[in-house]
């Protein structure tokens, strides 16, 4: 069991993880991230907001390798972009103060946050 924990959590920091010297993830700042500008649009979607610990870390891995989102309608990685961050800086703390964090750094933080805080992680969290 500890044995699948460690290899899904590190499968899921290689699928991030872009160049051979890794990046050591800020599980907070990806909750800062996730709370502040994800969940503040799921929370006027009719869904609602939509808790980290509604998945397992095995399906966020998941989830976020295939990169579909909205059901397919467009990707995860769009509203972590820096172009995404650009365009709703005015009224978005985190995305102004996050403004020139690269891209793939600030996907490695929120696949840290969803991985601590899925169902099965070492924090289980919601969004707020
Ligand atoms: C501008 C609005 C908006 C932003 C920003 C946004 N989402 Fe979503 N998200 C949606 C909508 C709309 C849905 C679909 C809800 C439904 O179909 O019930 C959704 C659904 C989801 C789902 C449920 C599964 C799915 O894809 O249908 C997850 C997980 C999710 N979003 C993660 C994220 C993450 C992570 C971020 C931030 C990096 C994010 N979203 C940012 C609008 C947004």
Not at 23 to 28: F, G, P, R, T, V
Not at 61 to 75: E, F, I, Q, R, V
Not at 83 to 111: C, H, V, W
Request: contains cysteine; proline residues 3%.
């Amino acid at each position: 069991m500890k044995f699948t924990k460690t290899l899904s959590a590190a499968a899921l920091l290689s699928l991030f993880a872009t160049s051979a010297l890794a990046y050591d993830a800020d599980w907070k700042r990806g909750r800062v991230y996730y709370r502040s500008v994800c969940t503040s649009c799921h929370a006027v979607q009719p869904g609602g907001t939509i808790n980290p610990s509604t998945k397992t870390k095995a399906e966020w891995a998941t989830y976020l390798k295939a990169d579909k989102h909205a059901k397919g309608k467009d990707t995860v990685k769009q509203y972590v972009s820096k172009a995404y961050r650009a365009s709703i800086k005015s009224g978005n703390k985190a995305a102004e103060k996050f403004a020139d964090t690269p891209d793939q750094e600030l996907m490695d933080d929120i696949a840290a946050f969803l991985t601590k805080g899925a169902k099965d992680g070492d924090a289980p969290a919601t969004c707020n």
